[in-house]
């Protein structure tokens, strides 16, 4: 940076020339080129100290990153402010306004995002995740930052390499890709093979840039969204600044990442055949550098991949399905926080040949396990209700379990959640048909909705003050809904919910069970009565979607048969 402004200053004094033949006093011409020289020299100073003094060179990059994101900021404001006090004759003449502004916004936030890196990357991800919240404009423009993100050099790696782990890349394995085959917001892969045992590894590797920013970046993110409450309180977003501030530094110590990982893998080893998850075998583990088993794959959504091996799209999605219920629903289990498209893979195995006791022809490969959360007993038993309740259509027991998960209260504010939750417009969240599958109609719809005065501001003010955890039950609903329309799953959405449902009704099950024990003698006539009623009760439950789950699948064998 200092360089380019060396050879700009040096191009002002070529042109300085000028004045000695334009007829200038002298004293003055003095004064010029005495001025000139003391430019020059702090031009030629600040490129030295800048190449020279790591310490000068922060400072300079800490400013420069200071100056991108109040630019940013400034811009935005400006650009929303402009529209929002202006007078329009139709409310359609406003939300078209509304759109262009939101684009203009978040490309100017895009550029600021891809210019700083870092945890601006994994913020613009977030903003992407959040399509049940921000505008399509918002969350279509970040896609970029999902798969196009700054790389660190070679150079800086091996540095890294070297100071973390004691030792050279080169004397710790015998191969090493110096091009990675993944670049992250937080981190890049690498291919290598060890030197010891000659086995092909996957060497994640923390941005080494991170470690200086970061805490930076948190305050300047903060910053920016209080000052967006300030002028737009009806908008709060700090919820957001606030939980990448509670999780960046968690996420950033990769031991804890190798912890979570090994526990999730053991966990699972017994459900393999409903979910044929893999989880990478973790080899080595520092702060900034985790060595794990390579397993790769193919994207979950990789159509012509699956159609290749002749891998079945439903029963990918079922085990997806299995996959993120089972965290959610199952007491003392971590639930992944960042599920998206970008940490999961699928590979074809041949049948029963995957590790462990896989029945099916692939694997899910789950990576990232950076950070996990553990849902509380009460709140995993009170969604189970609401969810039940959705499958029966009853409205009143849908209102109390999301005020009593989720702090919901008031019509309004429930029916804004309810679509939020299920993913559908306002008639079929309330209604709610599992054989009738999302529409691109209902899409746009919900999209509309959220521009109608009032809607978007309650929306918000419901995620800002619900629990975090719900958010990510939100986030993980998402996931399973938007991976089971791109994999163009024959069965429809209806059959992940109903193993969400089973999911559900096994939890309700042994909440009674526990409520039983708790309130009746053992082996007595009322807790012997009340075990057989739950029972029964679970059975019934579990017999309806059992024939559900049958009607599904004739509705589609017969559509098959049609074609």
């Known amino acids: 940076m200092f360089s380019r402004q060396f050879f700009r200053v040096g191009a002002r004094l070529v042109g300085s020339r000028r004045l000695v033949s334009s ?3 002298p004293t003055k011409r003095h004064r010029s080129t005495r001025a000139l020289k003391v430019i020059a020299g702090l031009g030629i100073g600040g490129t030295i100290l800048y190449n020279t003094s790591d310490s000068f060179k922060h400072g300079v990059l800490m400013v420069e990153r200071i100056g991108v994101v109040t630019v940013a900021t400034a811009r935005c404001f400006k650009l ?13 003449i406003r939300a078209a306004a509304l759109k262009v502004t939101h684009l203009k916004a978040a ?20 903003l992407t995740a959040l399509t049940y919240l921000l505008p399509p404009e918002w969350t279509n423009t970040m896609i970029p930052l999902q798969q196009e993100c700054p790389q660190s050099s070679m150079e800086e790696i091996q540095q890294l390499f070297q100071r973390d782990m004691g030792v050279s890349i080169e004397d710790y394995f015998s191969e090493f890709d110096p091009e990675p ?3 992250a917001s937080l981190a890049q892969v690498h291919i290598a093979r060890l030197k010891e045992t000659n086995e092909k590894v996957a060497v994640k590797i923390q941005h080494p840039s991170l470690q200086q920013f970061v805490p930076l970046d948190v305050f300047l993110t903060n910053t920016v969204f209080e000052l967006m409450y300030k002028f737009f309180p009806e908008y709060p977003l700090t919820w957001l600044g606030d939980e990448m501030q509670n999780l960046i530094y968690t996420e950033l110590d990769f031991t804890k990442e190798a912890q979570n990982a090994m526990a999730t893998q053991e966990y699972f080893a017994k459900y393999k055949d409903s979910t044929a998850l893999r989880i990478p075998s973790i080899k080595s583990a520092e702060h900034r550098i985790l060595i794990m088993e390579y397993v790769g794959g193919a994207r979950l959504d990789d159509l012509k991949y699956m159609n290749d091996h002749n891998i079945d799209a439903s029963k990918v999605s079922a ?15 971590g639930v992944h926080c960042d599920p998206h498209g970008g940490n999961l893979a699928i590979r074809s195995v041949a049948n029963g040949t995957g590790n462990g006791t896989n029945s099916h022809n692939f694997e899910i490969i789950l990576y990232d396990h950076g ?20 499958l029966d259509n009853d409205i009143p027991n849908m209102k109390k379990y999301a005020k009593r998960f989720a702090g919901i209260e008031g019509e309004q504010k429930f029916k804004i959640f309810a679509c939020a939750i299920t993913g559908r417009d306002p008639e079929n969240s309330l209604n709610y048909d599992i054989t009738k599958p999302r529409t691109k109609d209902e899409m746009l719809n919900i999209h509309t909705q959220l521009n109608e005065d009032g809607i978007l501001e309650d929306l918000m003010d419901i ?35 109903l193993i969400m449902a089973n999911y559900c009704a096994r939890t309700v099950y042994e909440e009674q069970n526990e409520l039983v024990s708790l309130t009746s003698t053992k082996y007595s006539f009322k807790w012997l009565w009340g075990k057989l009623d739950n029972w029964i009760w679970y059975q019934r439950r579990l017999s309806s979607l059992y024939i559900y789950d049958w009607i599904m699948t004739i509705k589609n064998f017969k559509a098959k048969l049609s074609l």
């Open 23 to 25: 007829g200038i006093p």
């Open 80 to 92: 929303y402010k402009n529209t929002l006090d202006a007078q329009y004759d139709t409310e359609e």
């Open 181 to 183: 085959v993944g670049v």
């Open 107 to 126: 490309t100017i936030t895009l550029h600021a995002l891809e210019k700083n890196g870092g945890i601006y990357i994994k913020l613009g991800q977030h």
């Open 371 to 390: 950070l996990y959360r553990q849902i509380p007993l009460q709140m995993r038993r009170d969604y189970s209700h609401f969810w039940l309740a959705v």
């Open 319 to 333: 085990c997806l399905s299995h996959i993120f219920n089972n965290m959610i629903f199952t007491p003392g289990v």
């Open 463 to 497: 995620l800002s003050s619900m629990p975090r955890i719900v958010l990510l039950i939100l986030k993980t609903n998402d996931l399973t809904r938007n991976l089971d329309e791109g994999l163009n799953n024959p069965l429809g959405p209806e059959r992940t919910f």
